[in-house]
């Protein structure tokens, strides 16, 4: 299982990124996709899931309407839309899977997956 994640950058507060998330060897659309961030000196956090249905979503407090999570089966991929962005939201952000269809989330938090890619890095500075 080889993931990766791309599209990421410097931005300026307030500004949009799509990140995006592709694979080797296996179609994204057969499992729950999952996005990570994990910035300098904090712990690995899920910022949103998205169920091998399309639906229903996850998105953490952090990021609710301001990230959207969507799936482009066409090309087997999977997108993060970033809105709205701000110097926290700066990090490695990386996809991830578990090979379930369904999202874990436990206590309002998306559990780690075991199958990461590469991150890309995101930040939002003035």
């Known amino acids: 299982v080889q993931l990766q994640a791309s599209g990421g950058g410097l931005v300026q507060p307030g500004a949009s990124l799509r990140l995006s998330c592709t694979a080797s060897?296996?179609?994204?659309?057969?499992?729950?996709i999952g996005w990570f961030r994990q910035a300098p000196g904090k712990e690995r956090e899920g910022v949103a899931c998205i169920n091998s249905s399309g639906g229903p979503t996850y998105y953490a407090d952090s990021v609710k309407d301001r990230f959207t999570i969507s799936r482009d089966n066409a090309e087997n991929t999977v997108h993060l839309q970033m809105t709205s962005l701000k110097p926290e939201d700066t990090a490695v952000y990386y996809c991830?899977?578990?090979?379930?269809?369904?999202?874990?989330?436990?206590?309002?938090?998306?559990?780690?997956?075991?199958?990461w890619g590469k991150g890309t890095q995101v930040t939002v500075s003035s």
């Open positions: 060897g296996f179609r994204l659309d057969y499992y729950a």
């Open positions: 991830a899977t578990d090979k379930l269809i369904r999202c874990a989330v436990v206590a309002g938090r998306l559990l780690p997956m075991d199958y």
